[in-house]
């Protein structure tokens, strides 16, 4: 346990996540310096996915889709008055103090807008200009962004003092990040590409970062749900879940809306 909280600490020093918060800046600028000298026929801005965004298409949408995937823990949070302008919702507490420290402004600013500009606008802008189809840009190339964590596994190994359960941990670990970094990679993917911008998958990153993972053990917890009766909230919440579904398939992402990476010219 002491081996986890130093970890834990030395990846929150306010030093190291200075460091590694300047050299994601610097490796995203340097990423769309290589984007522009790749495909110099294409504006960068729309290679990238940076034009002016719409309100409603771009931000208003996605953000709504992304939300129907956390109907449970929204549904908890609301029967407890934890969502904004409810009983226990605090601004200062639950915002300001969030995003005004290193660690919030890492994890749900810097963090999301530096890796979906990299590994999203940046690498499929190079891919689609190569000539990959749409399947390998949504489903292969998140897959490098969960590579890329890959060597935390090494890192943990190390720390924990190079046991056999150290190593266990350190795959179960990494193994655990790889799955669910690529699965969002997916979701995110096809964002970009249906939208044409990278604010969606920008916005969406960060949501589920402010979320996080659901934790199942703590319905058990909430007698307001089992007052409510937990079958009819969860079954609501599928009802609520298919309606959305189907609106975010039929109306979100109508088929003649046009997609701007469809359109870009490709290497020759």
């Not at 500009?117 to 399947?135: D, E, G, K, P, W």
């Not at 890959?150 to 046991?163: E, F, I, P, Q, V």
Request: with cysteine; net charge positive; hydrophobic share 50%.
């Amino acid at each position: 346990m002491a081996i986890g909280k130093g970890l834990a600490s030395f990846r929150n020093d306010p030093k190291v996540i200075k460091s590694r918060m300047k050299a994601v800046m610097v490796a995203s600028f340097v990423s769309s310096l290589i984007v522009w000298n790749l495909i110099r026929d294409v504006p960068i801005a729309t290679a990238l996915g940076l034009e002016r965004p719409s309100l409603v298409v771009d931000i208003i949408k996605p953000i709504l889709l992304t939300m129907s995937l956390f109907l449970g823990p929204l549904s908890v949070m609301f029967f407890e008055q934890e969502l904004p302008f409810q009983k226990h919702f605090n601004m200062e507490k639950d915002v300001y103090s969030i995003f005004t420290t290193l660690l919030g402004q890492r994890n749900y600013l810097v963090g999301p807008l530096t890796e979906e500009f990299v590994f999203r606008a940046c690498m499929i802008a190079v891919l689609h200009q190569a000539n990959y189809s749409t399947t390998y840009l949504i489903f292969v190339s998140p897959l490098y962004f969960g590579l890329a964590h890959l060597h935390h596994a090494w890192d943990s190994y190390n720390k924990m003092g190079r046991t056999s359960t150290a190593l266990k941990n350190a795959l179960f670990s990494s193994l655990f990040q790889f799955v669910y970094t690529t699965l969002f990679g997916w979701y995110a993917s096809y964002l970009f590409l249906r939208l044409g911008n990278i604010l969606a998958p920008v916005l969406c990153h960060s949501f589920c970062n402010i979320m996080g993972l659901p934790d199942f053990s703590g319905i058990q917890h909430q007698k307001k749900l089992h007052k409510l009766g937990i079958i009819k909230v969860l079954f609501s919440c599928a009802k609520i879940k298919l309606i959305v579904t189907l609106y975010s398939n039929l109306c979100m992402f109508p088929n003649w809306y046009l997609v701007i990476y469809l359109q870009l010219p490709k290497f020759n």
